[in-house]
């Protein structure tokens, strides 16, 4: 995996700070640093905090929010939802809309949840994800990992040292104390939605005192700090307020001990207080730029990385030991598609150009061909979605087609060597072609390529992306 932006990023904060003190020591308190200093620990600070601060918002509002429209129900309970995602769902950016979703937010601080997984017809596709408060996806149940037989799982937040009790197949480790498991059930055809629904049904959770019989547990109740819309994360300094607050039930991993404390000298920590009212205006003035170096950091990133194939979505996720101290594509990858799997599970591949390399446009037709034995090399299913940008949401339409999927095969048109050209435009293509037809916004977009239990040449790169032909 590559190693860019952040590490020098860090070593460059670091010689900055060094230069600026005249012992050499580190400062204690916010009060000694200056707005250099401000500057660059704020840069750090927003990259490696963004996945938290915005995956709290996305939790926040699905488990603790009653008030918000996307409100899922309570904390350590199953909320499955019996159908695709739509336009209409808004919180979370670049949703699929293959696979319904079901959701538990986990609050693992009084004891450990027990999951039961019923056992599922062999060629359906099913996975559970489970994601901590860094956005690490740190363990995997499904299809892939343990198979369509079911079996119950014991989910253990970071302060449970007890032993796996009787009748457990497996105990799963978070090392957060909040986690978000994330269940994707394939969907076949509308037709398919009634056997999704009786899946859903037999997805349990409990605790796991109530799975053994003994008295439960409880834990303090949490008073949920007011988190950010996607926009004030990008210049309100209260992002640090927030992300304070997350890190508060984020045990520190041994090596990030020493970057926690850097940001814990300017009052960002679960113990640091951060209050943007008690900076200098010239402090101040510094995290706003310190966050603004961030993102320009992390749009060249995307210009020349991710948007030229250098770096791809298998980069940007997986667990903290994968991704080490790469804290720029942890940060990618929560702002292009927070919540993506790992590459074993499903690669993303995107795209955002045409093949002239110009950026994709609703004002443009294009074609999309898949050559005879070229589709995606999948053990499960392909699809590929629209995404209006730059909000990265799913793209509302005359005939409400967000994607097309293996499962539509049959149902399009072949071209006369058996390849398929898909017509990816604003306005139909016409009667004759509206099979193929995936419909664009009027304005930019990008298409995102979901490839679920990807095959070896998908992993290793001698299956190639298709390009988009402008018209």
């Not at 209050?275 to 003035?285: H, M, R, V």
């Not at 730029?289 to 990385?305: I, R």
């Not at 942890?330 to 690669?347: D, H, Q």
Request: proline share 8%; with cysteine; charged share 20%.
């Amino acid at each position: 995996m590559k190693r860019v932006g952040i590490v020098a990023t860090l070593t460059a904060a670091t010689l900055a700070i060094a230069a600026c003190q005249s012992d050499g020591e580190p400062a204690e308190t916010s009060g000694a640093r200056t707005p250099l200093q401000f500057r660059e620990i704020a840069k750090q600070a927003y990259i490696y905090g963004l996945p938290l601060v915005d995956s709290y918002r996305i939790q926040h509002s699905y488990f603790a929010d009653k008030a918000n429209p996307q409100y899922k129900g309570d904390w350590n309970t199953l909320h499955s939802i019996a159908r695709v995602f739509t336009p209409a769902d808004t919180t979370v950016q670049t949703p699929n809309s293959d696979t319904p979703y079901s959701f538990i937010g986990a609050d693992l601080r009084a004891e450990p949840l027990v999951l039961t997984v019923p056992k599922i017809d062999a060629n359906r596709y099913y996975s559970l994800q489970f994601i901590d408060a860094y956005t690490y996806d740190y363990h995997y149940v499904g299809s892939r990992t343990t198979g369509n037989d079911g079996g119950k799982y014991l989910l253990a937040g970071p302060g449970w040292n007890g032993e796996k009790p009787a009748g457990i197949d497996e105990v799963i480790r978070a090392d957060t104390d909040f986690s978000l498991i994330i269940y994707r059930t394939q969907l076949f055809d509308p037709a398919d939605l009634d056997n999704v629904k009786r899946i859903q049904a037999g997805y349990k959770v409990q605790p796991l005192s109530a799975f053994t019989g003994k008295p439960a547990a409880t834990a303090p109740p949490v008073d949920f700090i007011t988190p950010l819309t996607v926009e004030e994360q990008r210049t309100s300094p209260r992002f640090f307020e927030i992300l304070g607050f997350v890190l508060k039930y984020a045990p520190v991993f041994p090596d990030e001990k020493a970057l926690r404390e850097r940001f814990a000298s300017i009052g960002i920590g679960p113990d640091g207080g951060f209050n943007p009212d008690t900076l200098s205006p010239e402090q101040l003035q510094a995290v706003k730029d310190g966050m603004a170096d961030a993102l320009a950091e992390l749009a060249t990133f995307q210009t020349d990385e991710l948007n030229t194939g250098k770096v791809t979505s298998a980069d940007l996720f997986g667990t903290h030991a994968e991704l080490g101290d790469n804290y720029l594509y942890r940060m990618a990858g929560s702002v292009l598609g927070i919540y993506g799997n790992v590459a074993k599970e499903a690669l993303y591949p995107v795209v955002a150009n045409d093949s002239t390399k110009a950026p994709l446009s609703g004002a443009h037709s294009y074609t999309l061909r898949f050559a005879p034995g070229q589709l995606p090399p999948v053990h499960s299913f392909w699809s590929i979605t629209m995404y209006r940008m730059p909000q990265s949401l799913l793209v509302a339409n005359p005939i409400d087609r967000y994607l097309v999927n293996s499962p539509m095969l049959p149902g399009l048109i072949k071209d006369p060597d058996g390849g398929v050209t898909l017509h990816v435009q604003n306005q139909s293509p016409g009667k004759d072609k509206e099979a193929n037809w995936l419909p664009a916004p009027e304005g930019p977009f990008q298409m995102i390529l979901r490839l679920y239990w990807p095959k070896k040449p998908a992993l290793d790169g001698e299956w190639k992306t298709p390009q988009a032909v402008k018209q």
